[in-house]
């Protein structure tokens, strides 16, 4: 009769400090590690998540394993490691990952997997393994933030200061060997739980991975060419993102990257500042590629997505929550959470929270720090992949707070799944540019996307456009009731209209009169080319 061994560990507490030297999280809660057989040839791994963790690597060795295998970005506190022989002994440790922080190893525990399906087992009862008296530390190879970063502007509010340093305080992981040798993991190991895109904003910010843009939805006068003051840059190792326009403008970037969660729940997680006043935090994930999705609330009325959702973040006396947004066919339906004070999440303006999204087609929930501010079930989104907004939204800063900007910072971006080649992207170099460069021959899928603008008065206006001289083709203007004349648009276009370089692109407006209408962020994006 083959025994299986049904191991469970509890994990030492560590303490993470960030490099001022306030703590990332303040204190992390003992955590539990167990691992039992999947199969005859695999073992299930699975842990209490961290609050402030954004991935946890893995290690597993024995039979027929000598040396230790590393699976890093696991974003989900669970593991399948498959592949391993029939019968063998595993030992399996597990570590929290955190940008500038790696959580010093688990102690190991050991599995042994069955025989063969049909062999009876009994499984022992876990039991809680105490540290030999005689151990050999584990290798520091603990990574230190980055001591060289871009430095804030001096006009500018400083980054939010949660970049983190290499763990301070930490129990080493008892060995009775010195530890051998590591080597990575095969790519095709459970990838569904693993990081198929990854950012850190370590350096300038990669404008093949992000397209930036700005928009204002009220309608007075034109958006200022100077952008009242509005940036997106990356500064000390963090995504600053700030938003001048007045009266419910929006600056934001796109991840070019699709998240694809077909057929399951995906994961994104990001880092945020969430404390809100006349601005806050939105996220967004659309079907179809956007320059800034807006929204139907506050005042802004703006067009949503075609298909998508928007979670905006608000707080009060210190505890913020969110609201869950769901479009289609560009109808809004607002899904608040639970009303404040409970349950809510402590913020600060200058506190970076960790934020966890699980989306599937049916069900999307919201977890910030160790808080779960929401969980929508029953849901039909009608799509399974699509593009991430992170974005700054300006209520109106001048004139409640007398403040210019409204600033929201992001670090760590991360979701799992498949890794879906990013986009192309050709945009305007000014705001309301017409003429966009670096479009390749023979793109695929190519589509026009801008943002488009005209007075309230106008009941039947229309809009068209011509690229390179073409003839003109209409753009379908859907103003649902109780919206402004604002149109976030994401149109197909004829390839054989197109060069290879550079593009220009005419519009014309009909049926408008007194305010001028207008036309923003234009860009050409493609999937590949043929």
């Known amino acids: 009769m083959a025994v299986v061994t049904v191991a469970v560990l509890i994990l030492t507490t560590v303490v993470f400090a960030k490099a001022n030297s306030n703590t990332l999280s303040s204190r992390t809660k003992i955590t539990t590690l167990s691992a039992v057989p999947e199969s005859t040839t695999a073992l299930h791994a699975q842990w209490q998540p961290m609050s402030w963790a954004v991935s946890y690597d893995l290690t597993y060795s024995g039979t027929n394993v000598a040396n230790p295998v590393l699976v890093r970005g696991i974003m989900l506190p669970s593991k399948v490691v498959s592949s391993l022989t029939r019968g063998g002994t595993y030992s399996v440790r597990v570590r929290p990952v955190r940008k500038g922080a790696i959580g010093q190893w688990s102690q190991s525990i050991q599995v042994t997997l069955p025989l063969s399906d049909s062999t009876p087992t009994t499984t022992a009862p876990p039991t809680t393994t105490t540290p030999p008296t005689t151990t050999t530390a584990a290798p520091t190879t603990t990574t230190a933030a980055p001591t060289t970063t871009t430095a804030a502007p001096t006009t500018t509010t400083a980054a939010a200061t949660t970049t983190t340093a290499a763990a301070t305080t930490t129990t080493a992981a008892p060995t009775t060997t010195a530890a051998p040798t590591t080597t990575e993991a095969p790519t095709t190991t459970t990838p569904s739980v693993t990081a198929a895109f990854t950012e850190s904003f370590d350096g300038p910010l990669n404008l093949a991975r992000f397209t930036p843009a700005y928009w204002r939805n009220e309608e007075l006068g034109q958006l200022d060419p100077t952008l009242n003051g509005s940036k997106i840059v990356t500064e000390a190792g963090q995504l600053r993102i700030e938003s001048g326009e007045q009266n419910y403008g929006d600056a934001a970037v796109r991840v070019n990257q699709p998240f694809d969660f077909t057929g399951r729940t995906g994961t994104i997680s990001f880092d945020a500042t969430l404390a809100a006043k006349d601005g806050w935090t939105r996220f967004s994930l659309s079907q179809d590629p956007y ?4 929204y139907g609330d506050d005042n802004a009325a703006g067009q949503g997505a075609d298909r998508g959702i928007d979670l905006q973040f608000e707080s009060f006396a210190g505890c913020a929550n969110v609201t869950l947004r769901t479009y289609a066919n560009r109808v809004e339906t607002d899904l608040d959470g639970p009303q404040l004070p409970s ?6 303006g200058s506190t970076l929270t960790h934020v966890v999204v699980t989306v599937s087609n049916t069900t999307v929930s ?12 029953g849901l039909n989104l009608g799509f399974s992949r699509g593009f991430l907004y992170l974005d700054a939204h300006n209520h109106a800063t001048i004139k409640y707070a007398g403040q210019p900007t409204w600033i929201t910072h992001w670090d760590d971006v991360t979701f799992d799944g498949p890794v879906i080649p990013p986009i192309g992207v050709a945009a305007a170099a000014t705001i309301e540019g017409r003429t966009v460069t670096g479009v390749p021959a023979n793109p695929l899928s190519p589509r026009l996307v801008f943002n488009a603008q ?6 039947s206006p229309t809009l068209s456009y011509a690229l390179n001289g073409h003839g003109a083709h209409q753009v379908p203007l859907v103003r649902l009731p109780g919206l402004v004349g604002v149109y976030m648009i994401s149109q197909p276009i004829d390839a054989g209209e197109l060069v290879a370089g550079t593009n220009s692109v005419a519009f014309t407006w009909t049926g408008t009169s007194g305010i001028a209408p207008r036309v923003a962020d234009v860009q050409i994006v493609w999937t590949g080319t043929g």
């Open 366 to 377: 919201v977890r910030a720090g160790s808080t779960t501010l929401g969980t929508w079930s």
């Open 454 to 459: 005209h007075g309230q008065q106008d009941l």
């Open 343 to 348: 349950p809510c999440v402590t913020v600060s």
């Open 291 to 294: 320059a800034v999705t807006s």
